[in-house]
């Protein structure tokens, strides 16, 4: 099982905000950006997002095991409700 680089994880979940949500996307997408408060993707869109990045892990043998969205919520939402792109890396380096 191969893990990403940083610069990997930043690429995929950049391109898949992309795709879920375009018109909120209105420029680089960084380890600092705030899903839900920069980009103000709501509870679906964050929904998608994770079942995405999930499926898209699975293609490239990323993550053998099923994650469990209901702990990556769980992780993502303890210390507030702000939701960055640091935060969904760390806890794609867990699953």
Known sequence: MSKLTM?????LISEKIR???????SGEITLETSLTNEISLDSIEIMDLLISIQEEMKKQDVNRNESNI?????????????????SLCEFMDKL
């Open 7 to 11: 610069s990997e994880k930043i690429s």
């Open 19 to 25: 795709i879920i949500s375009p018109e909120k996307v």
């Open 70 to 86: 209901d702990k990556l919520l769980s992780y993502l939402f303890t210390e507030n409700d702000d939701l960055t792109v640091q």
